[in-house]
């Protein structure tokens, strides 16, 4: 099994940025790739950003070029740098890892960071 924990949410004003942290623990070797999600009330959960363990990334059209995805491998740990926030950037974020087991892939998720993006 994989245990994440999200930190770094919080309350930021239009244009501003914030980091946010998702550490990896337990069956970490078998994570393959990881990502953020987020869901706004009354909307569905939405891939934000991805990054595969080669370090291939993808981003949502709407954080292209204000989110970046990236990995330490050596701290178990995937960021979300996210800059030019905008009040539709409000959130909770989630933090999703998909591990290996077996012969079949397992998604496994952190408990979620609020992101508040005031106008």
């Known amino acids: 099994q994989v245990q994440l924990v999200e930190s770094g949410g919080g309350l930021v004003q239009a244009g501003g940025s914030l980091r946010l942290s998702c550490a990896a623990s337990?069956?970490?070797?078998?994570?393959?790739?990881m990502a953020w999600f987020r869901q706004a009330p009354g909307n569905q959960r939405e891939l934000v950003a991805s990054i595969a363990d080669g370090g291939g990334t993808y981003y949502a059209n709407s954080v292209k070029g204000r989110f970046t995805i990236s990995r330490d491998d050596a701290k178990n740990t995937v960021y979300l740098r996210m800059n030019s926030l905008k009040p539709e950037d409000t959130a909770v974020y989630f933090c999703?890892?998909?591990?290996?087991?077996?012969?079949?892939?397992?998604?496994?998720w952190g408990q979620g960071t609020q992101v508040t993006v005031s106008s």
């Open positions: 337990g069956n970490t070797f078998a994570v393959n790739a």
């Open positions: 999703n890892a998909v591990a290996l087991e077996g012969d079949r892939d397992v998604d496994y």
